[in-house]
C-alpha cells in the first residue's frame, strides 16, 4: 500500500507541474492576449477598436487574404506533389521506403533562414539557375523574382512536402493487398480499384494532412521574413511588426490579429474534420 500510495504522490505530482506548465505557457498567455485584444491602447478600457481597425484597413486585410491564399494554394499543390511522391516510392520502390523517410525528417528541418538562402543562391538576383538562364539566353527568369509572392510559393511547397511524405508514407499500410487480390479475381482494373476501393479509403487521411498543411503555412514567419522582409505582406508579419514596430509599438492590434488567426485555424479544422467524417461514411 505504502509503495502504492507513493506512486501515486509521485503521479500527481508530474501531473501538477505539467499543468503548470500548460498554464504558464498556454492558457496564461492565451487569456491575457484575448484581453488584450479588447484593450484600448490608450486609456486602457474595453474597446472594439482593434477589431474594426484590422478588418478596415488595406494593410491587414491584404495580409489575411495573402497568408490564406499561399497557404491553400501551398497545400494542394504540396499535397499533390505528396501523394504522387509517396505512391512511387511506396509501390515502386518499397525497399527504399525508410530510406526516403529519413531523408524527409532530414529535410523537414531545412526551414526558415536556411531555407531561405538557398533560394536566393538559386534563384536570387544574382543566383546560380539565374545566371545559368542568362548565359544560355533562354531567358526563363527573366519575369521571375524569388523576393515576391512567386518565390514564398516555392518555398512554401518546398517545406510543405516533406511533412506530407512523414504523415502520407504509413497511410499506405491501410490498404490491404488481398483487397486488390479480389478485386482483380472480380475482374476490376488497377485503375478501378483505385478509383472505387483505394482513394476512397485514403480520402479521409489526405483530407487531414491537408487541414494540417494549412496550418503549417498560415503562421510561417521565418522563412517569409528572411525572404522578402517586409515586401510581402502576411498576416505573421503584420503581428511581428505590431509588437515591434519601428515607430511604436501595437501589441493590442497584434493581440487582435492573432486571435482572428486563432479563430481561422478553429474554422480551417471544424472544417477539415466534418470533411474527413463525410468522406469515413462514403468509404
Known amino acids: 500500500m505504502k509503495k502504492n500510495n507513493k506512486d501515486l504522490a509521485f503521479f500527481y505530482t508530474i501531473a501538477a507541474i505539467f499543468a503548470l ?39 491587414y486585410i491584404s ?10 494554394y501551398s497545400s494542394i499543390l504540396g499535397l499533390l ?24 525528417n532530414l529535410t523537414a528541418n531545412y526551414v526558415g533562414v536556411p531555407l531561405a538562402f538557398g533560394l536566393i543562391i538559386l534563384l536570387g538576383n544574382a543566383g546560380i539557375l539565374r545566371i545559368l538562364d542568362q548565359q544560355l539566353g533562354w531567358g526563363l527568369w527573366d519575369s521571375f523574382s524569388v523576393y515576391s509572392l512567386k518565390g514564398l510559393m516555392i518555398a512554401f511547397i518546398y517545406f510543405q512536402i516533406p511533412l506530407g ?6 497511410i499506405y499500410d491501410v490498404i490491404d493487398k488481398n483487397w486488390k ?53 502576411m498576416i505573421s508579419i503584420n503581428i511581428a511588426n505590431t509588437i515591434s514596430g519601428d515607430i511604436f509599438a501595437l501589441p493590442e492590434v497584434g493581440s487582435a490579429l492573432s ?8 474554422i ?16
Not at 37 to 59: P, V
Not at 92 to 99: G, R, S
Not at 199 to 206: A, C, K, V
Not at 268 to 283: E, F, P, S, V, Y
Request: net charge positive; glycine share 6%; hydrophobic share 55%.
Open 21 to 59: 506548465i500548460i498554464i504558464a505557457i498556454l492558457i496564461y498567455p492565451l487569456i491575457v492576449m484575448i484581453k488584450l485584444s479588447f484593450t484600448d491602447h490608450s486609456t486602457g478600457a474595453f474597446t472594439l477598436n482593434n477589431y474594426a481597425r484590422i478588418f478596415s484597413e488595406r494593410q
Open 63 to 72: 495580409g489575411f487574404k495573402n497568408s490564406i491564399l499561399l497557404s491553400i
Open 81 to 104: 506533389i505528396t501523394i504522387i511522391a509517396t505512391f512511387i516510392i511506396y509501390f515502386k520502390f518499397p525497399k527504399l521506403k525508410n530510406w526516403f523517410l529519413s531523408l524527409a
Open 165 to 170: 511524405i512523414t504523415l502520407l508514407m504509413p
Open 181 to 233: 487480390e479480389a478485386a482483380a479475381v472480380l475482374g476490376a482494373s488497377n485503375r478501378q480499384f483505385w478509383k472505387r476501393i483505394g482513394i476512397p479509403i485514403l480520402m479521409p487521411s489526405f483530407i487531414n494532412i491537408l487541414v494540417l498543411m494549412f496550418v503549417n503555412a498560415i503562421g510561417t514567419y521565418d522563412t517569409a521574413i528572411a525572404l522578402t522582409g517586409a515586401s510581402v505582406n
Open 259 to 266: 486571435v482572428v488567426l486563432g479563430i481561422i485555424l478553429i
Open 268 to 283: 480551417n479544422m471544424i472544417i477539415g474534420n466534418r470533411i474527413t467524417k463525410r468522406a469515413r461514411r462514403l468509404a
